[in-house]
Each structure stands twice: as C-alpha cells, then as structure tokens.
C-alpha cells in the first residue's frame, strides 16, 4: 500500500514569508504526527492530529500551526518565517496515536529559510 | 518532563563487529513506551521497536536486539555483526500514556558507520 506522502519535497522561502506543507497518512490511519529536524535541535514534536482534532502539541512557537481533514489528510503552516525555521520536516501516521505502535514516516519537506 | 539521552553521537566500526546503543530516559510516569528508529541515508525514519514500561524481557529479532532496564533508565540497542547496510542514524524515543504526555520525546540520535 501506498505510504506517506509529503508535499513539497524541497522550497526555499525568504524570511517573513509563510508556508503550508501538506501529508498524505497511509489509508486507514487516523493519526497525523509532525516533526522537525534540524541539526541543532535533532527531532521535535510538533503535534499530533486525530479525526480532525489536534490532541498534542511540541513546544513551538503559534507561528506553527497545522490542521486535519474529515479524509485524515493533514497540513502544517508556519508564518512569518525566521532563518532558524530551516529544517526537515517529517509527517508520520499511525492507526491510532504515535505511542500505540509503529509510526509510519514520510520522506520529509526539506524547507529553507533564506 | 520527558527526557531521553543518547550519550554517544558517532560511533564507526568495522563490519561483522557487534555494538551496542546506548538509550538512558526519565519520566515520571509508571506508564511508557519506549521506541527505536532508524534513519537511513535517504532520510526516512523506519520503526524499529515499541516497548512498553511494563514488560522488561529483551527482546531479539535477527541481528538486533535489546535490552529493557527499568532499574537504569535505559534501552539498549545492539547489533550483532554489523553490515554496511546497517549504516545510519538510529533514535530512542520516550512516549507517555495519554495526554501531554502522549508526545514522542527523541533523543539526539547516533550515528552508526560501519566500514568494511
């Protein structure tokens, strides 16, 4: 089956612009994750999302934002972009939560802040 | 709060060694779940274990295995003659039962190379 899918792949943005990122969850899983990865900070939790509800949150600034569709589809938003949002950004899905079993990963939305 | 620490940050070996990951967490609650993914060059995380805070035996699956110390705080990852293939950067990750706590916790993850 088809796994997660992560759009875009790569963009570049300039400082103070905004961004949405879209993910596409396994069929049937419920639970959209978000992660960001940077070399400084390693991978932090975002939040998570299940049936349209946002049910955990990282410790990110409200420029980060995400929502959930009734078909588990997810999208991310961070506004005013800063240099220090450079960073890959990984969606996953699960059946349930990210803690009931194997996440499943995305390849990632590689965003560049300039 | 939840915190994991994955004191090593490279490690580089030659293939058919075995070697060990170290995972050291702390939480305070007496219900978790415990994670170790790899990341591969291409860049996607693959599970590679979920292990919950009541059940300590070890658990081994082909080359990998692991060991569950509740006593330490810790969840150790070893392979067992490594290969090439096995080049990459591998995370521990906390979990708590519901709520807040319910967020993954990574650590900082370790680089694996294994020379031929």
């Known amino acids: 089956k088809a796994g997660v899918t992560q759009t875009p792949r790569y963009l570049i943005k300039t400082r103070g612009q905004q961004v949405t990122l879209s993910c596409s969850p396994i069929?049937?899983?419920?639970?959209v994750s978000w992660y960001q990865q940077t070399p400084g900070q390693g991978l932090q939790f975002l939040f998570e999302y299940f049936s349209e509800t946002q049910r955990n949150k990282g410790n990110f600034p409200g420029r980060f934002s995400g929502r959930q569709f009734s078909n588990s589809r997810s999208e991310m938003n961070v506004s005013t972009l800063e240099l220090g949002d450079s960073a890959l950004y990984l969606c996953?899905?699960?059946?349930?939560?990210?803690?009931?079993?194997?996440?499943?990963f995305g390849e990632g939305s590689r965003l560049t802040v300039l | 709060a939840q915190k994991v620490t994955q004191a090593q940050t490279e490690i580089s070996v030659v293939e058919k060694e075995d070697v060990t990951l170290d995972c050291v967490y702390e939480t305070r609650d007496t219900t978790y779940y415990l994670f170790w993914y790899k990341q591969p060059p291409s860049g996607e995380l693959v599970f590679l274990i979920r292990r919950n805070s009541f059940d300590e035996q070890n658990e081994i699956s082909g080359r990998y295995s692991w060991n569950f110390q509740k006593s330490t705080s810790s969840f150790n990852f070893t392979i067992t003659a490594s290969q090439v293939v096995d080049s990459a950067v591998y995370f521990c990750?906390?979990?708590?039962?519901?709520?807040?706590?319910?967020?993954?916790?990574f650590g900082k993850g370790i680089t694996l190379s294994v020379r031929p």
């Open positions: 996953a899905s699960s059946l349930i939560s990210v803690n009931t079993g194997e996440l499943f």
């Open positions: 069929s049937g899983h419920r639970s």
């Open positions: 990750a906390l979990s708590g039962p519901t709520g807040a706590n319910s967020k993954l916790t």
